[in-house]
């Protein structure tokens, strides 16, 4: 590999003359940064100056999107549960596609390479063994490069001791690949499109099965093995295996020379997917085994066929010198480029479609793929020679990538856009697709735009790709190997005021400079071992498994909300659409209040209360006042004891932010939020937070006694039975809806559901429980997608009695109506049964049926 043939200057400064700030003090006005903003949701501006780099640029849209960016990882960072920590989610819903949490490996390496850069590193770290220590979590679902991005991640904030314990994981997620999806006569990987993130594609297209079809060896899979290969090398040989470095070196070694070789076409100077099998269309069309697109099949000898996941090798510097005539389609109409981003497959292309429906990958923007090869083309300029493509065009690209990432002027990003119109249409699905986390930018702009080259060595090396007729950019705060950076350019030296030109500072320090922009190597520091977190605390009211406890309820909830979102570990949603959230909207109360039950008493520390603000015109606002209260169980409610009463007093609740509450260690079952509606206004949350001490292992608390309707392994048999008029193919049987898991979202798929009967009116769900017993309360947690299965029009109980079934009279339903995604209850004067049964009228809307997450039954 050839070194840029940009200049490079190499100084080491002592301070003289230039006033320097203090020792990791900022160069930028944080605040005047984040006030430069209009789009902000998440208004935790405190979260966002203790953990992201700043950045100034006299690009509006770059600045826009980058800061957009860093609040799209604040909304999707999820604090899955005590034993777990925290994650990333792909999708706000976590489809039933997605693992434990809402975590889906598909985009797990970009969401690695964002949040590396987060100062606190306990997120990143939580989610690296996420993926291996969280039962339900999915490594190989999808395509990744796990060992690649852990690796990045400890580039950034060493820890050996994280990697040899993240190791043997890390071996054994590449074994199984290995196990999977290693071909040893072809000397490659193979994997289907769908799974490598790309559904349908223009090699699935020439099968069959044109959503799922076509195991291929792919040029995107092959070097994120590679790249994994490489990472468990220097992983083993920094942890004193150099028997397993050197075999994962000669892995990596053999993998490249085989992917360069079979993959590349010369004649068409792209790297290709090569079909493993033979291959036949619907018409006929017959495609033949280890052949690259288009050399065989309907459009065999056409002179198009590439895609851009054929850029993705150089997003891991993994190709030798000598074939960069690939990067001169990019910037070319006629192949690659448009105005709101490249296109998936070149314009040409006898297979080239905008589709208006979800995941065709032939002709639509994807951000996913725009950011490796915006990853792809930074590593080029910095580290080829070539002259195909240039700065210019990165910064183009770039610029243009971020521009893209609008709705209705406001900063957004969907699954996929228009590349010559920039609409999200068909690619933006309602309670799915909003502010989607399944790429890249902060990365971009800090290894590409401010061109930090990440690497393990002593020095600092920064390639700036920015433009060179900027009069400035600055980027301070950036953590890096156990110190903090800031890179200013200013080209007069009065925007920041600390001299004109290039410079580097590390610590505060000025470590090097130039009088032009161009590529500055400093020495660093000896790199500082960044500590573990040993999780001293842990949020004791976070509730993503479906256990009795902790349980929450309320005094009243809006339309539209569940109390069920304010315990799922996501804290930064605010929005109006979709409702993630708990309100009081309508409640005829001047306050309304929300309690959680911890089912034992827990040692607590502080509370944080995300407190919702419509804003003007809205019912929801920030309460006027708000008590916190607390109880062992039986004993009154009293309020907790204050750090520092008068600063609580001065603290008026502000919406779209945590409402932090501070007390001296204290022992509580229960806590009581009570909400003093401001005038004429009602109040709401997007989360609820307990945090205290935690005495490894956490334990959690067992469900109370006397739940007539539980059967902790239903699937194994044993009283109480479970049965239904129908069930849907999707896993959602009647044992399901009597374990004990209340679990409203889509995963884990933890319910019953009669979605797809043929019964139009009316469908049911009984309890067999194996002699007579007596019970006066039952409580249906009422399942709702808000799509095929929704809250049933109506309900009723019905009991076993002189061989038929008969309606339980007396019947008091608690809310009146069916309510989706929360406890419905209905009491009743005693009655002895064996059996019970719910029948369900549904809705009535088209296909819509009906489902419940859980049934409790109860003696009184």
Partial sequence: MS???????????????????????????????????????????????????????????????????????SKHLTYGSPTTGYLWTEFINRPFWSGAYGGISCPSGHQFYETRWLHNPRYVRDFARYWFRTPGAQPRKYSAWMADSIWATHLVHPNKAFLADLRPDLEK????????????GAGLFWQVGH??????????????????????????????????????????ALTGDHKSAQDH?????????????????PKREFFFPMFRDDEEDKDGNKVKKNTLIYQSGKFAGSKHGREEAGYVPWSFNLPDPGYEAAWKFLMDPDYFYSEFGPTTVERHDPLFLLQNSCCWWSGQSWPFATTQTLKGLANLLHHYKQEEISRADYYKLLHNYARSQRKNGKP?????????????????????????????????VITGLVGIVVDESNTLTVDPLAPPEWDYFAMDQIPYRGHRIAIVWDKSGKRYGRGAGLQIFINGEKAAASPSLQKLIAKLPEAREVPLDSRPEVNYAVNNDGSYFPRFTAS?????????????????????????????????????????????????????????????????ASPAEIVLEYTNGDTPWKPVPLVDQAERQTAAPAGHRPYLIRFPKLKAQKLRAIFKHAKSKRSGLTEFEAWGPVTNPYS????????????????????????????????????????????????????????GSPNQDTDWFALDFGEKKTFARVILHIYDDRGGVQAPKQYRLERWKDDQWQEIPNQTKTPENPVGSAANTVLFPPVKSAKLRVVFTHLGKGHTRSGLTEIEVWAE
Avoid at 22 to 27: D, E, H, W
Avoid at 249 to 265: P, R
Avoid at 420 to 430: A, N
Wanted: net charge negative; glycine share 6%; aromatic share 14%.
């Fill in 556 to 620: 009243h909830t809006g339309p539209n909300s569940s109390l069920a979102f304010i315990h799922d570990g996501n804290t930064a949603w605010y929005h109006l659409h979709p409702p993630l959230r708990w309100t009081s909207a309508d409640s005829p109360n001047d306050s309304d209040w929300v309690t959680v039950d911890l089912g034992i008493p827990r040692l607590l520390t502080h509370v944080k209360l995300f407190l919702l603000d419509d804003g003007e015109g809205q019912p929801i």
């Fill in 700 to 755: 959690p608390a067992p469900p109370p006694a006397g739940n007539i309707a539980f059967n902790p392994k239903p699937k194994e048999g044993g009283f109480p039975k479970a049965s239904a008029s129908f069930h849907d193919r999707y896993g959602g049987i009647p044992p399901s809806a009597h374990d004990g898991k209340i679990v409203y979202r889509a995963t884990p798929a933890n319910r019953w559901t009669c979605y």
């Fill in 249 to 265: 070196t000669l892995t990596a070694s053999n993998l490249k020379a085989v992917l360069q070789k079979k993959l590349w076409d």
């Fill in 173 to 184: 997620n590449f074994s199984e690949w290995r196990r999977r999806s290693w071909v040893p």
């Fill in 412 to 444: 957004y990003i969907a699954e996929a856009l228009h590349p010559d119109t920039g609409s999200w249409d068909h690619h933006d699905m309602t309670y799915r697709s909003e502010h989607y986390f399944h790429s890249g930018f902060v990365d971009l």
């Fill in 3 to 73: 070194l840029s043939p940009r200049p490079v200057l190499w100084i080491l400064l002592l301070t003289a003359g230039i006033p320097l700030p203090a020792r990791g003090a900022p160069l930028l006005d944080h605040r005047q940064l984040f006030e430069a903003q209009s789009f902000w949701d998440n208004r935790d501006f405190d979260w966002f100056e203790n953990n992201i780099p700043f950045l100034d640029t006299p690009d509006a849209e770059i600045n826009t999107t980058y800061y957009y960016r860093w609040e799209l990882v």
């Fill in 195 to 236: 799974d490598d993130g790309m559904e349908f594609n223009i090699a699935s297209r020439q099968t069959k099965n044109i959503l799922s079809g076509a195991p291929s060896y792919r040029p995107s899979f092959n070097s994120y093995m590679w790249a994994d290969a490489r990472a468990l090398a220097k992983i083993a």
